[in-house]
């Protein structure tokens, strides 16, 4: 590729020795074969670089490089000119298309001004101020997403990004001294952008930095627990958690055994609180999916995951507690014996309380966990810790749920445990029985005290006006002026 444009170059540049009152250069007349027709041109092999080199006023390699990249160094606005239709709009896409061509072709080592210029457009062209999110009629819809009018440059730019950082010919050592924590802090914060192809592409090439420039590894999981933090804690909005999570799923599953304690404080500070914000919908398929592989690393992390989930549980939003229900399932799906009965109590109390939820769905939610057969098998064999926590919620349940559809699912759950231990299933309902009736006389008790109290208010009716007794003062404020 390199020597195709030297090529083109060296054709194009003037012939040394003709001024400007020479002759023009004789043609030599064409060279006949044998039968007197006229032969074949043979094409010439193409320049090689150090003779273009050592030519004067020939341009290097690494000047044609140079120059490119500086006419993609220009930025147009895209909102006043309408996209396309300047010239000079398809001039620098033709550009950078021909570069993202020359770095995928390169066979030579790029030198360090090359690599430092390449990091200079980049920076240029990407790291921006992003543009407003109002559409050709005015309005902002939320639900639609945005497209970037300035794609039509920055789709090439992204090609480019991607293909250099993958690129053999790119010294690592050399890249990071341009390609240094600032460029990349400034990288992270394109994740923010509105445009769902923009976080495509920086996904994308966030992995493959990570996987090449092992030096920056520390600095960008600080810095996107630092996105986490001011996500959760500050801002809460943000576009591209989800795309983020994608990335560090990655990076999780090559976490060497056992874990080192920075990455389970990630999960713990940096994870779990992202449960918190009320988008969480938006990026729990990829949340859950991080967390999972901590669990496969680290089994006993779940306890770490179940409290965390109980810490954040939602109380009035049954949309995400359906979520959490979800979530919660998966986690126990892979808890050992051991794990599980650390955390049972609590977290079988959260689930009794979402047994007796007015959300229908809530509450068939809770109740399928026992259609998972882990889980099952957990639960029978700890029944004698769980059932006496459950059962007050199956019998209101089957007393006073409005939906039928809970109320058939409660009462196969209740046959579950009765076939499992008719016993202990007894015990608990006599048990439930008394502490029904003792709540029925505590109310009743209450019933009358009140009943009491506005009889003798009835009969000792109150008569007269109350007044605010005000005490005097024992001075006056402000001492009389002797006259």
Known sequence: MWKQF???????????????????????????????????????????????????????????????????????????????????????????????DCVSAAEEPLTEAMISACVRMFAINLFRVFPPKIRSGGAIDEDEPFFDPSWYHLQVVYEMLLRFVMSPVVDVKIARKYMDNSFISRLLDLFDSDDPRERECVKTVLHRVYGKFMGNRPFIRKAVSNIFYRFVFETDHHNGIAELLEVFGSVISGFAKPLKEEHKLFLWKALIPLHKPKTVGMYLPQLTYCITQYI??????????????????????????????GELEEVLELTEMADFQKCMVPLFRRIAQCLNSSHFQVAERALFLWNNEHLFNLISQNRQVILPIIYPALERNTRWHWNQSVLNVTMNVRKMFFEMDERLLLACQTNFQEEEKARAASEERRRLVWEHLERNAAFHPVTGDIGFAVLPTSAPLVAPTMT
């Open 296 to 325: 496969e690393k680290e089994p006993k992390l779940t306890g770490t995951v179940i409290r965390g989930l109980l810490k954040y549980w939602p109380v009035t939003n049954s949309q995400k507690e359906m979520m959490f229900l």
């Open 6 to 100: 030297l090529g083109k170059i060296s054709r194009k540049s003037p012939k040394s020795g003709s001024g400007g009152g020479g002759s023009p250069p004789q043609k030599s007349p064409p060279s006949r074969g044998a039968n007197g027709a006229e032969a074949e041109p043979r094409a010439s092999p193409p320049p090689q670089a150090s003779a273009v080199t050592a030519a004067p006023g020939a341009e290097t390699r690494e000047d044609v490089f140079l120059r490119k990249l500086n006419v993609c160094c220009v930025l147009f606005d895209f909102a006043v000119e309408r996209g396309r239709d300047s010239p000079e709009v398809e001039r620098k896409r033709q550009v950078l298309v021909s570069l993202v």
